[in-house]
Nanobody, 122 residues
């Protein structure tokens, strides 16, 4: 089982990015998916999660208003849209899958992928 986050890159402050999460070895549409991020020198933190149906989402308070999580179950892809990027958003972003929802702690997610790096320049 492998999840893959993509879509990161270098962007100027104020810009936006859409990150994507896909999976191999499991049907992503059967799982709730969470996004986490690890800023340089800091612990990995929860950002947002979405129910397998896409009908319910939860975004961390720190991400409220600028981060939107969504999914396309036909494409088996989950997205994290980030608006008005700030230098503090610079981090490695990870997606993870779990059967139950909502889950906001790392240890609750059994399936993880490699992250995608987002770098925001001022």
């Amino acid at each position: 089982v492998q999840l893959q986050a993509s879509g990161g890159g270098l962007v100027q402050a104020g810009g936006s990015l859409r990150l994507s999460c896909t999976a191999s070895g499991l049907t992503l549409s059967d799982y709730a998916v969470g996004w986490f991020r690890r800023a340089p020198g800091k612990e990995r933190k929860f950002v947002a999660t979405i129910h397998w149906s896409g009908d319910n989402t939860y975004v961390a308070d720190s991400a409220e208003g600028r981060f939107t999580i969504s999914r396309d179950n036909v494409k088996n892809t989950v997205y994290l849209q980030i608006y008005s990027l700030k230098p503090d958003d610079t981090a490695e972003y990870y997606c993870a899958a779990v059967k139950l929802w909502p889950r906001m702690r790392e240890y609750e997610y059994p399936y993880w992928g490699q992250g995608t790096l987002v770098t925001v320049s001022s």
